[in-house]
Each structure stands twice: as C-alpha cells, then as structure tokens.
C-alpha cells in the first residue's frame, strides 16, 4: 500500500484489509514523504496489528513506494492496494483461489465498485466497465495485443506471484502515470498469461484531486509507455509496430485539449440537474455487497 498524503483515507482503508476473510497476510504500508498526518494514522494499526508493517520515504511517487514494499515482502503473492481504496472482505481468498486453479496465470485482476468521495455514492458503472475488457484468451501475447488495441482494462488492485514481479524488475520509477499499464505489458511480453475474477472485489475512491483523475497526465505518459513496447520489450515485429504507430498517435494528441468547456448550467436549474444526474449515474443504495461490508459507507 503506497500512501501519499492520505491521512484522511487510509485508516478505512488499512481496515478493509484487516476485515479479510484470509488471514495470513501481512500488510507493508510504504509512506511516501507525506506532510499531513498519514504515517500517525498508520502508526497507530501498527501497534495494534504485527501483520502491518510502516516503511517511510522520501518522496519520489508510487513506484518507487511500491517496489520498496515489493523487496520487504516475503509471501508468495503480492497484492495491491492504494491507500485511499477499499478491498471487499473475499479479496484475498478469492484472488489467492483464483491463481491456485490456474497454475500458469502470473496475475489476478478483478473489477471495482466506483465510490465518489464527495458525494459517498457508488456510481452504476464499474471502475473498468467503460473499457469494455475483451474477453481475450489466456494466450499472453494475445492478451499483450488486447492491451494495446483497448488500452488498460486491468484494474490495479491486482493480485501477482512475487516471482514474476521480481523477474520482469517491478515498477518503473521513471514513469509518473500508466505505471501499472506498463507493468501489465511487461509481465504479458514475458510470457506470463493474466486471469480475471468474475466478480467485483474493490472499491475504487475517486477524488478530485488524485493522480488517476487528471486525463491531461495520463495521455502525457501513453508515448513514452508506447516507446517502451515498441523499442525495449522483446516482442514479434507486429506487436512492435502496433505499439509504434500508438505511439505517434499520442504524440499528436498531447497538444489537443481532453474535451470543450461546456457553457454552465444557469443557477435556477443546477439543483434539479444535480438531483437528475445522481440518480441517473449513481445507485440510491449502496449494493448489497458493498453496504455489506461497509455498512457506513458515508464515514468511509
């Protein structure tokens, strides 16, 4: 668990992995340099829990938090978790199940439950429905090429053997976005095939002042993880151009803005459009599942 700055998130989410139904892990939080209150909050569990464990940093983003817990880890699978995010209860047993029956899979994913921090409801949409995942075989260069034809539909609170992630060297530190993007391609152009949980594991929080919620970033960092592919990875010469022309397509969209401004609502109308929309893009209750395990979702 890389935390930066997340004070107010990673207590409920440090909780969320104490309430596994799998008990034998341990928890490596990696602070990142935070200046808010984040390493007290996580001090805290450390002395009420000997699976958690705190390694302090210097700031130099998630990458680098993570692979520091990567080293300091010794079980035969690493899962990820960001510190403002949420694992159902089952995460672990049904993703250490799930490599269990498929002995040649390297990687775990699954889906999530979309929360909107300001509002506290879960959207209606999933974290990677609006990706539309194929349904590619397990095949690794097939699933590399899906990759790169539907961009990434592995959602990050992944599950991988620790062999793999030491084989293929773990995160890029020079990447600032698509960081597990690239990890996901690398780990495939190995040789090492991925599986999906048919079922929705996490929560993902989406806040207004994350990383993840900045397109501008993310379409910044596509050419350099297109280059990657396409002149360092060991792949068949179709791959490679595929990645190639990726990559002078983001190229030329890096100038383009992300979308219009779009003129605003008049004043009288906003409170309805806001009562419209939440209904629309939002499930009035949590679902079950989720109001499940986190019966006051409002204070999470």
Not at 184 to 200: D, K, L, Q, T
Not at 228 to 257: C, F, I, K
Not at 263 to 271: G, I, Q
Request: charged residues 25%; glycine residues 4%.
């Amino acid at each position: 668990m890389p935390a930066y700055n997340t004070g107010a998130w990673v207590g409920p989410a440090i909780e969320s992995v104490l309430n596994q139904t799998r008990r034998d892990f341990e928890l490596i939080v990696v602070d990142d340099g935070s200046t808010d209150d984040t390493v007290a909050t996580v001090e805290r569990f450390v002395r009420q829990d000997d699976r958690i464990s705190l390694i302090a940093k210097p700031h130099r983003g998630s990458s680098a938090a993570r692979n520091a817990a990567i080293a300091r880890s010794v079980g035969e699978y690493v899962s990820f978790i960001d510190s403002d995010d949420l694992w159902l209860p089952r995460y672990l047993e049904v993703m250490a199940t799930t490599l269990a029956g498929h002995p040649r899979a390297a990687v775990a994913h699954t889906d999530a439950w979309v929360l909107f921090d300001e509002v506290k409801k879960i959207a209606r949409g999933t974290a990677m429905g609006a990706y539309q995942p194929p349904a590619v075989p397990g095949e690794p260069l097939a699933f590399l090429r899906a990759l790169l034809e539907h961009s990434n539909f592995v959602y990050g609170a992944t599950t991988v053997r620790r062999r793999v992630l030491v084989e293929v060297g773990g995160f890029r530190e020079d990447l600032m976005s698509s960081l597990d993007y690239e990890l996901w391609m690398r780990i495939a152009a190995h040789g090492h095939s991925f599986v999906r949980c048919p079922e929705n594991l996490a929560v993902y929080r989406r806040r207004a002042d994350q990383i993840t919620s900045d397109p501008a970033a993310h379409h910044r960092s596509l050419p350099e993880v297109y280059r990657l592919v396409a002149e360092e990875y060991d792949v068949p010469d179709d791959v490679r151009e595929l990645a190639r022309l990726l990559q002078e397509e983001w190229v030329r969209r890096a100038g383009q803005p992300i979308m219009a401004r779009r003129r605003p609502l008049p004043r009288a109308v906003r409170p309805l459009h806001r009562a419209l929309s939440r209904l629309r893009w939002f499930h009035i209750r949590p679902p079950a599942k989720v109001r499940a395990a986190f019966p006051d979702l409002d204070k999470v």
